[in-house]
């Protein structure tokens, strides 16, 4: 029991981290990788980027590469479903027998909520792409966005890219127009993608598309926004209110035990847009005091940023696949930034 080794992948759109633990706990050690997401790359390119970390991982500690892991944990993005989850497994069995003996196949949304809390809570995702997921004490489980750019992603900083760009086409197209003045934004559109036009932008859109590149504007409108550019701002407002809409949207399915624990529904919040949260706070709030669209009242919330990456929580799910117990010090693994305290209405509910 003493010599079991588990180990844990938390993959998303744009990088992963795997890490091995000891049975008692203690990491030893933890690496970056590329992309997990198998719609984006493909199952067996999938497979071979997580055997690579697996083994990248075991010849760090020594491990003989032909020796399993007791269990693997796979949080990754775009492992929604039962049926592809299983594809990825049963082809990592087949092409890497000795890779791990056991193997647990999730969302990223699972990985951030175990490495967080035990007793379960939401995950609100908002990276490249965005994702919400409520697991509750009884293993109940709700779930809003996680849909991919093409139909969601909504407060995403790849939405908040796309917002910009979009608006910029339909302003200068005379179509709409933003409500604030657009030259900075214009100016930031044209340095990220080092373009002077919009027939050159389209590239970027269509033949080159990158979705972590084209997110990457985001960064530059944070930039701005916080040096005080109006439309930037107002862009990182219009974020911070559908990133509220996706936790009242699983209000209905929160369980009562989460409701009534200390400090309320904890919400783990992963990805670079949380690190602009003073830049997305007021419209945040502002939308969870409209309550949700039955009538619901949204419960007392902690948000908190994990300290460490996801993979802690697909081991922790790895370990828990064989009846192990792995030790874990919850509180170590996250910060609070942020307590949201309920208003009651007369006629809301909970």
């Known amino acids: 029991m003493a010599d079991m080794i588990f180990g844990g ?54 491990l003989d590469l032909g020796t399993p892991l007791a269990a693997l ?13 299983r594809l990825l497994q049963e082809g990592l069995e087949r092409r890497f027998p000795t890779l791990s003996s056991k193997y647990v196949v999730c969302s990223d949304t699972l990985g951030a909520i175990a490495s967080a809390n035990e007793g379960g809570g939401i995950v609100l995702i ?37 917002k910009a760009v979009c608006g910029m086409f339909h302003e200068q197209d005379n179509f709409s127009s933003f409500p604030y003045n657009s030259d900075t934004l214009w100016r930031l559109i044209q340095e990220h993608f080092d373009v002077d036009n ?6 970027h859109v269509y033949d080159k598309f990158s979705k972590s590149y084209f997110a990457g504007l985001c960064k530059r409108i944070a930039d701005a926004a916080h040096a005080g550019d109006e439309l930037c701002l107002w862009l990182f407002s219009e974020a911070g209110r559908v990133l509220a809409e996706y936790i009242q949207a699983l209000v209905p399915s929160v369980h009562a035990d989460l409701v009534r624990a200390p400090g309320g529904v904890p919400v783990v919040c992963v990805g670079s847009v949380w690190k602009s ?16 669209r039955k009538g619901d ?14 993979a ?26 942020f307590e949201y305290k309920s208003e009651p209405t007369t006629n809301g509910k909970l």
């Not at 997305?280 to 409209?290: D, I, K, M, P, Y």
């Not at 009242?297 to 996801?310: A, H, I, K």
């Open 312 to 337: 802690i929580g697909a081991t922790l799910l790895a370990a828990k696949s064989v009846s192990f117990s792995l030790p874990c010090e919850y509180s170590a693994n996250y910060n609070v930034f």
């Open 9 to 62: 992948i938390e993959g998303g759109a744009t990088h992963s981290s795997c890490a091995l633990f000891d049975a008692k706990g203690k990491k030893l050690t933890e690496l970056s990788g590329p992309n997990t997401n198998h719609w984006g790359i493909g199952m067996e390119e999938c497979q071979d980027r997580i055997a690579n970390m697996v083994n990248d991982a075991k010849a760090r500690i020594g």
């Open 277 to 292: 949260w003073d830049l997305l706070h007021e419209s945040f709030v502002a939308q969870l005091r409209r309550g949700c």
């Open 126 to 162: 908002s990276g490249t792409g965005s994702n919400a997921l409520l697991l509750n004490p009884d293993g109940t489980q709700a779930r809003c966005g996680g849909w991919g750019h093409m139909i969601g992603d909504e407060g995403s900083a790849f939405w908040i890219a796309h």
């Open 297 to 310: 009242v949204v419960p007392n919330l902690t948000l908190m940023s994990l300290t460490s990456s996801g």
């Open 73 to 85: 944990g796979l949080s990754l993005s775009g492992c929604e479903e039962d049926k592809t989850n």
């Open 198 to 203: 919009r027939f050159n932008l389209l590239n």
